[in-house]
DNA sequence: CTTGAAGCTCTAGCGACTAGAGCTTTTACA
DNA sequence: TGTAAAAGCTCTAGTCGCTAGAGCTTCAAG
């Protein structure tokens, strides 16, 4: 018979928490396994594929929607221009998500740099903190 | 007396939604204010500053916690260093968030590239997503 | 005095897990 | 074969920083 994986196996295989791989059956991104006499999840070399395909895909940011359509896709073997749609959505969202942490460290950067000589001095940082208009930068938005 | 402010009032002075500012108020980031004959919320000046302090500390990204400290080292005119290990500790962190999200959007741009032209093509993306082999990229971590 | 806006409390939900309690099953070794 | 540790099971609750909703009371304007 086909070889079955323990899910502390597919854990270690996949380097995924054992809870975390209950997580995803339990929110219907990995199918259920099967069970053992003892009622214990046995999985089988689907499982390790699509599993592996979630952590990576994890691993590069997407979503647990965005993964779930991308493993229907897989399945579906329908044309590639939905996939491109949401590979790209992504990559933008994180661009964006760079931009904003960019301007963060921005102001940030200028925040601590009133104690940049190790010398003692009149720290600003609470008085900057407290006041936007002291702040030269924009770091609105989330 | 004192001039006194709804809490919706305050929530338009700082640009801040009502159930937030009880939020804040609940985790006991902002002191509980008095309240009025008919159990309502009045808050003082002193109310209008902390709040503006969190939420510009919000905006550059602290967490609650570190602004409840930052607002107790306020209060207490304690000597500066501990405001300094908190905002350079934040840095710290902002900045290896980017550089995370720089190798992710490296690799997210590799993972696109295949549909660049427009034309039909063997799109990739999936078995990269299936293959960390087939992704130059690092990328691990949060 | 009426009516609508604004306030109140309490509960639950988001995303993606993580941790723990309290149990059962499997596995390894003597 | 006995036993004990390791691994599995389910269920609940916590993380972070809000946000939304139900169902109520109070306030402010006309
Ligand atoms: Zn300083
Ligand atoms: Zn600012
Ligand atoms: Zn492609
Ligand atoms: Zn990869």
């Given amino acids: 018979m086909a070889t079955t994986y323990a899910i502390g196996k597919l854990a270690k295989l996949t380097d995924t928490k054992v809870p975390t791989i209950r997580y995803y059956e339990q929110v219907g991104l990995l199918p259920a396994p099967e069970r053992n006499a003892g009622n214990q999840r046995r999985y089988r070399e689907v499982h390790l594929q699509k599993l592996r395909f979630i952590r990576h895909s994890r691993q590069l940011g997407f979503g647990l929607e965005e993964i779930a359509s991308l493993l229907a896709l897989q399945e579906s073997q329908a044309d590639s ?13 994180v661009r964006d998500k760079v931009a904003r942490l960019n301007k963060l460290e921005q102001a940030l950067s200028q925040l601590v740099s009133c104690c940049g000589s190790g010398q003692p001095h009149d720290c600003q940082i609470l008085s900057v903190l407290a006041d936007h208009n002291l702040c030269q930068h924009e770091h609105e938005g989330r």
Wanted: net charge negative.
């Fill in 81 to 93: 221009g939905e996939v491109q749609r949401i590979a790209r959505n992504h990559l933008d969202e």
